[in-house]
């Protein structure tokens, strides 16, 4: 997080992100404070990468990631992020699980997604906690459980999310222990993602060969309607 | 207490078990599989995707594949290839030299033996760019690894699945593997 974070606005804790998601003022102050503006550019480097003249973006994303303090206050933001999202996720799950909409073996997928997702969660609050910050709370989610097409798109779509924002922060994280987690969790997401993507006969590579990460800020906006 | 926390706390056991401390040993794994500077790094990645992309475009065609083995072998092959392009420039960028395209050897005759292979040269790249993630010294890098791998996870799920097998074989996290973990597996592959 760059310098204004040592100021008397840091975010408390527990519930910021939670705040940020219902609240368009808070988030907009938040994500200008952590400087994730260059969350949304730092797919540029792919595109310089294969050929793209957009050298401008992809030195721009360097120096945003770059510019990130070292500290861990920036590390410990994201994780309550994930942290968040793994809260819904969860929440998710358990609903379509309740649901009993799927049977076999697509329905043993989706309980082990679940549990995998709650495994998640356990995970961050422990890196929360190493680090020395406070978990934020379970947020109040509702999602709509109406059929098992629909469930299964919802699921699609939330996990393709979640891929997206585990890799929009991955950059971003400061501490190597914290990286190695959020990748090992990432690439969980994925393969969850590309799993729905098989039922629902939708692309398991959506965004082809190359994934593209999606900011906090966009992240945020897409689980809003589902919080209650 | 939120209907959400009332139900992990039921499951808090479960998370001790399997939460943090199943992280814990891959994360000092993770770390120990330093291998020189990001363009060594990227060298290794670009060997990875040079077997991939030649295992589905070449071998695929080989041993004749049909139905949904040969339409992921076509929709991977091309996008192994992308990697392949992108990780070359990038090599560039960073002022080091691509590697060259290795010869392989691809011990499969059948779609069977095809999509186990595939199953584990997919299921090892995800452990591969995991492992190096941390280790790669430049943000912009690490960002496109990450688009990267998250493509190999994808692929590696949608395979699993079509042999019946797990599409997620380590659970709720995938296990970083080191250049030698890597190597024991990609190895034998590579014919020079």
């Given at each position: 997080m760059?310098n204004?974070a040592n100021?008397?606005?840091?975010?408390q804790?527990?519930?910021?992100?939670?705040?940020?998601v219902?609240?368009?003022?808070?988030?907009?102050?938040f994500l200008k404070?952590?400087g994730?503006?260059?969350?949304?550019?730092?797919g540029?480097?792919?595109l310089?990468?294969?050929?793209s003249?957009?050298k401008t973006a992809s030195?721009?994303a360097t120096?945003?990631?770059?510019?990130?303090?070292s500290?861990?206050?920036?590390?410990l933001?994201i994780l309550?992020?994930?942290l968040?999202l793994?809260y819904?996720?969860?929440d998710?799950?358990?609903?379509v699980?309740?649901?009993d909409?799927?049977?076999?073996?697509?329905g043993g997928?989706?309980k082990?997604f679940?549990?995998?997702?709650m495994?998640?969660v356990?995970?961050?609050k422990?890196?929360v906690?190493k680090l020395?910050?406070?978990?934020?709370?379970a947020?109040?989610a509702k999602?709509p459980?109406?059929s098992?097409?629909?469930?299964?798109l919802?699921?699609?779509t939330v996990?393709?999310?979640g891929a997206?924002a585990?890799?929009?922060?991955?950059?971003?994280?400061?501490n190597?222990?914290?990286?190695?987690s959020?990748?090992?969790?990432?690439?969980v997401?994925?393969?969850?993602?590309?799993?729905?993507g098989?039922l629902v006969?939708?692309?398991?590579t959506?965004?082809?060969a190359?994934a593209?990460?999606a900011?906090?800020?966009?992240?945020l906006?897409?689980v809003k309607?589902?919080?209650a | 207490?939120t209907r959400?926390?009332f139900?992990?706390?039921?499951?808090l056991?479960?998370g001790?078990?399997?939460?943090?401390?199943?992280?814990?040993?891959?994360?000092?794994?993770a770390l120990?599989s330093?291998?020189?500077?990001?363009a060594?790094?990227l060298?290794f990645?670009?060997?990875?995707?040079?077997?991939?992309?030649?295992?589905?475009?070449?071998?695929?065609?080989?041993v004749g594949l049909?139905g949904?083995?040969?339409?992921?072998?076509?929709l991977?092959?091309?996008e192994?290839?992308?990697h392949v392009?992108?990780?070359t420039a990038?090599i560039?960028?960073l002022?080091g030299?691509?590697v060259?395209?290795?010869?392989?050897v691809f011990?499969?005759?059948s779609?069977?033996?095809?999509?186990?292979?595939?199953?584990?040269?997919?299921n090892?790249?995800?452990?591969?760019?995991n492992?190096a993630?941390p280790s790669?010294k430049s943000?912009?890098?690490?960002a496109s690894a990450?688009?990267?791998?998250?493509?190999e996870?994808?692929h590696?799920?949608?395979?699993?699945?079509?042999?019946?097998k797990?599409?997620?074989?380590?659970?709720?996290?995938d296990?970083?593997?080191?250049?030698?973990?890597?190597?024991?597996k990609a190895?034998?592959l590579?014919?020079?």
């Amino acid at each position: 997080m760059s310098n204004p974070a040592n100021d008397q606005s840091v975010p408390q804790p527990a519930g910021i992100v939670e705040r940020l998601v219902r609240d368009d003022v808070d988030r907009k102050r938040f994500l200008k404070m952590a400087g994730s503006a260059g969350a949304a550019s730092f797919g540029a480097f792919v595109l310089a990468a294969c050929g793209s003249s957009s050298k401008t973006a992809s030195t721009a994303a360097t120096t945003a990631a770059s510019t990130s303090s070292s500290s861990s206050t920036g590390d410990l933001a994201i994780l309550n992020y994930a942290l968040t999202l793994e809260y819904l996720e969860t929440d998710f799950y358990r609903g379509v699980v309740a649901s009993d909409f799927f049977t076999g073996k697509v329905g043993g997928l989706i309980k082990e997604f679940g549990s995998q997702e709650m495994t998640h969660v356990e995970a961050l609050k422990g890196a929360v906690e190493k680090l020395g910050g406070t978990p934020v709370t379970a947020p109040e989610a509702k999602f709509p459980i109406k059929s098992a097409t629909q469930v299964a798109l919802l699921a699609y779509t939330v996990e393709n999310l979640g891929a997206s924002a585990y890799l929009g922060q991955a950059p971003h994280i400061q501490n190597a222990e914290v990286l190695a987690s959020a990748l090992a969790i990432h690439s969980v997401e994925a393969r969850h993602a590309a799993t729905l993507g098989t039922l629902v006969k939708k692309s398991v590579t959506p965004d082809g060969a190359f994934a593209v990460p999606a900011d906090m800020s966009t992240v945020l906006a897409a689980v809003k309607p589902f919080l209650a | 207490m939120t209907r959400a926390s009332f139900i992990l706390r039921g499951a808090l056991a479960t998370g001790a078990l399997y939460g943090t401390t199943a992280v814990a040993p891959f994360v000092s794994q993770a770390l120990a599989s330093t291998g020189g500077g990001d363009a060594e790094i990227l060298n290794f990645a670009l060997t990875l995707e040079y077997l991939e992309s030649d295992f589905y475009t070449v071998k695929g065609k080989q041993v004749g594949l049909s139905g949904q083995a040969k339409s992921y072998a076509t929709l991977f092959g091309a996008e192994e290839e992308a990697h392949v392009s992108a990780l070359t420039a990038a090599i560039r960028q960073l002022g080091g030299t691509p590697v060259a395209k290795p010869t392989f050897v691809f011990p499969t005759t059948s779609e069977s033996s095809f999509l186990a292979l595939a199953s584990v040269l997919e299921n090892t790249g995800v452990g591969a760019y995991n492992g190096a993630g941390p280790s790669l010294k430049s943000k912009a890098v690490l960002a496109s690894a990450g688009s990267i791998v998250q493509t190999e996870a994808r692929h590696a799920a949608a395979i699993d699945l079509l042999i019946g097998k797990s599409p997620t074989p380590n659970q709720g996290f995938d296990r970083p593997l080191t250049k030698a973990e890597v190597l024991a597996k990609a190895g034998p592959l590579i014919k020079a």
